[in-house]
């Protein structure tokens, strides 16, 4: 079994930074692809960056040059960096792994952490 822990959020003024992580815990032979998701009050959850085994990075258009999504595999951990936020940025932020176990490779969601943008 694989659990994922979501650390990071908070309440931020428009214009400040936040750094979110995601660490992966469990019987973990390696992670491949990972991601970050938000789902904002009243809308369906969108995608917001994803990063391969190989270190390739893709982000929403709403939020290049803005956030940044690394990742550690030594400490089975992927962040989220995120500056010049803005209110529309206030969602719950979910992160996503495809890993694999001795068993195959299985899709999991971290349990979600809030991040308000307000003055």
């Known amino acids: 079994q694989v659990q994922l822990v979501e650390s990071g959020g908070g309440l931020v003024q428009p214009g400040g930074s936040l750094r979110l992580s995601c660490a992966a815990a469990?019987?973990?032979?390696?992670?491949?692809?990972l991601g970050w998701y938000r789902r904002a009050p009243g809308k369906q959850r969108d995608l917001v960056a994803t990063?391969?085994?190989?270190?390739?990075?893709s982000y929403a258009d709403s939020v290049k040059g803005r956030f940044t999504i690394s990742r550690d595999n030594a400490k089975n951990t992927v962040y989220l960096q995120m500056n010049s936020l803005k209110p529309e940025d206030t969602a719950v932020y979910y992160c996503?792994?495809?890993?694999?176990?001795?068993?195959?490779?299985?899709?999991?969601w971290g349990q979600g952490t809030q991040v308000t943008v307000s003055s």
């Open positions: 990063i391969t085994s190989g270190g390739t990075t």
């Open positions: 469990g019987s973990i032979v390696s992670m491949n692809g």
């Open positions: 996503n792994a495809q890993i694999k176990g001795w068993s195959g490779i299985y899709d999991y």
